[in-house]
């Protein structure tokens, strides 16, 4: 008996097989979005220093931690600290209302001072190495990606070796 080509159920296993490849490109995307969303952005030239009264903190991933600072005139501003840029020492959830200096490029931290104690310690000193550790991030974020995309495509080349030597038994 000849069999042509996507006869019977030929549909439906390409069908799953469109599903599947389908899956995986939506979740290689959000590995990759994950990967790009935990890196910092571009660091700007001007250190700037901002004091206030320390306001709320949230963890954004594993990678950056956000708190807000509430200026004189009461407006309020989001940091992010990255451990690229700062080590925190100390624990920031219970330092709500009290006066903090941070010292920062845009909203990256690189040094905050809660009552004259230093809580987040640089580990850069100037823009230059900031950015430079901006784009080993980014490196290493693509790095990630790059080992995602290859170590599910040999899973799925090995599952369809595997498919197509249970058939030929």
Same mark, same amino acid.
């Given at each position: 008996?000849?069999?042509?080509?996507?006869?019977?159920?030929?549909?439906?296993?390409?069908?799953?097989?469109?599903?599947?490849?389908?899956?995986?490109?939506?979740?290689?995307?959000?590995?990759?979005?994950?990967?790009?969303?935990?890196?910092?952005?571009?660091?700007?030239?001007?250190?700037?220093?901002?004091?206030? !009264?320390? =306001?709320?903190?949230?963890?954004? +991933?594993?990678?950056?931690?956000?708190?807000? %600072?509430?200026?004189? #005139?009461?407006? &309020?501003?989001?940091?992010?600290?990255?451990?690229?840029?700062?080590?925190?020492?100390?624990?920031?959830?219970?330092?709500?209302?009290?006066?903090?200096?941070?010292?920062?490029?845009?909203?990256?931290?690189?040094?905050?001072?809660?009552?004259?104690?230093?809580?987040?310690?640089?580990?850069?000193?100037?823009?230059?190495?900031?950015?430079? !550790?901006? =784009?080993?991030?980014?490196?290493? +974020?693509?790095?990630?990606?790059?080992?995602? %995309?290859?170590?599910? #495509?040999?899973? &799925?080349?090995?599952?369809?070796?595997?498919?197509?030597?249970?058939?030929?038994?």
């Amino acid at each position: 008996m000849n069999r042509t080509f996507l006869e019977g159920s030929d549909y439906r296993n390409l069908l799953f097989a469109a599903g599947g490849c389908f899956g995986v490109a939506v979740l290689l995307l959000a590995f990759y979005w994950w990967g790009y969303s935990s890196t910092p952005g571009q660091v700007e030239d001007q250190l700037l220093t901002t004091e206030g !009264k320390f =306001f709320a903190v949230s963890s954004d +991933s594993q990678y950056s931690l956000s708190f807000l %600072v509430e200026e004189s #005139g009461g407006g &309020l501003i989001k940091f992010v600290a990255l451990p690229a840029y700062t080590s925190i020492t100390k624990a920031l959830r219970y330092r709500r209302g009290e006066n903090v200096v941070v010292k920062h490029y845009g909203q990256l931290v690189v040094e905050c001072r809660f009552s004259g104690v230093e809580i987040c310690s640089p580990r850069c000193t100037d823009a230059s190495e900031c950015r430079m !550790k901006s =784009f080993e991030a980014q490196a290493s +974020s693509l790095k990630r990606t790059i080992w995602t %995309v290859l170590s599910v #495509g040999v899973i &799925l080349l090995l599952l369809f070796a595997y498919k197509n030597k249970a058939r030929a038994c």
